[in-house]
């Protein structure tokens, strides 16, 4: 092939002023804020994303995204670049023992055989849903008549697909008590790339689909007794993070509750919600 065939893609610079309408357009469809300093790291995961399409410049990239065609096919994919996924199994681990001592039993005594309905909002690559899924089954064995179903939603399709697949790295699952691990989990065969899959009757516990925070309100199936909202809302300002909030509450429970991540509150928030512990809010 000559050289001419060639492009380097990791050359490609984004100028100021493209960094500028990329990332207004980010913020307005995702409520990502991406400040100045995110710079490089846009440029680099869009290289990416260039080569993938084949179109040689940042320039060329822009049209076509602003484009009407371009828009409705490539904004799911711009989304899906600049989302942050980091998660890991039993992240967090006060909120899990908060659900299985204090939570459940609570609930079990009042409602017994009403299905527990959960929602894992922003569920990235479904570490956090599934952590969930085997939490309330280990309390279903000892607890006749206990059900529950998981919603887990998430903006980017990509890093559905990687949770609806559930298949993760060993290393990744070290976290995992082993007696769950032999309960809940299945190891590859393959001995070299050591893998394991979540078993299927964790799998069907928990139904993924595409949510954006952003829409104007959520149309979920369920109203939730318990929503996690862990980690996602510290890449919003403080005006759409209190907006996000407000959404959530309206499909919640009245007594229900919301649980954010260990960096994240409602402080000066006007929300309809009572701080029970740290991160762990309860709607009034
Ligand atoms: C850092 S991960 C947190 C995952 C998990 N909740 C946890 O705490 O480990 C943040 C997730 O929020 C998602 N996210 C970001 N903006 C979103 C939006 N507007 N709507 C829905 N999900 C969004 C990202 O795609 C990402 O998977």
Redesign the pocket.
């Given at each position: 092939m000559p050289v001419n065939d060639f492009v380097d893609f990791y050359s490609l610079q984004l100028t100021d002023e493209e960094f500028k309408r990329l990332s207004s357009l980010i913020y307005q469809?995702?409520?990502?804020k991406l400040p100045p300093i995110k710079k490089v790291m846009l440029q680099s995961r869009l290289q990416k994303r260039l080569k993938h399409l084949g179109i040689t410049s940042f320039k060329e990239y822009i049209d076509f995204l602003f484009s009407r065609e371009g828009f409705d096919s490539e904004i799911i994919h711009m989304?899906?670049v600049v989302?942050?996924?980091?998660?890991?199994f039993f992240?967090?681990p006060a909120h899990f023992e908060f659900l299985s001592q204090e939570f459940l039993p609570q609930y079990y005594l009042q409602n017994k055989t009403a299905p527990l309905k959960l929602w894992?909002?922003?569920?990235?690559?479904g570490?956090?849903p599934y952590t969930l899924a085997m939490v309330l089954l280990e309390f279903a064995e000892n607890h006749p008549g206990f059900s529950f179903s998981i919603f887990a939603?998430?903006?980017?399709t990509r890093?559905l697909q990687t949770a609806i697949d559930a298949i993760y790295k060993e290393e990744k699952v070290e976290v995992i008590p082993l007696t769950l691990k032999r309960k809940y989990l299945l190891r590859s065969k393959d001995r070299q790339n050591p893998t394991v899959k979540i078993a299927p009757h964790v799998r069907a516990k928990v139904n993924f689909a595409?949510?954006?925070?952003?829409?104007s309100q959520y149309d979920t199936k369920d109203i939730f007794d318990i929503v996690?909202?862990?980690?996602?809302l510290?890449?919003?300002d403080r005006l759409t993070q209190e907006s996000?909030i407000n959404k959530l509450c309206s499909r919640i429970k009245p007594g229900g509750y919301l649980i954010l991540?260990h960096s994240e509150s409602i402080l000066s928030m006007n929300v309809a919600l009572k701080q029970v512990k740290p991160t762990i809010y309860r709607k009034v």
């Open positions: 469809e995702s409520g990502i989304l899906d989302s942050t996924n980091k998660t890991d992240r967090e894992s909002a922003g569920c990235s690559s570490e956090e939603s998430d903006i980017s890093i595409r949510l954006n925070l952003m829409d996690f909202c862990r980690n996602v510290i890449y919003f996000v991540g």
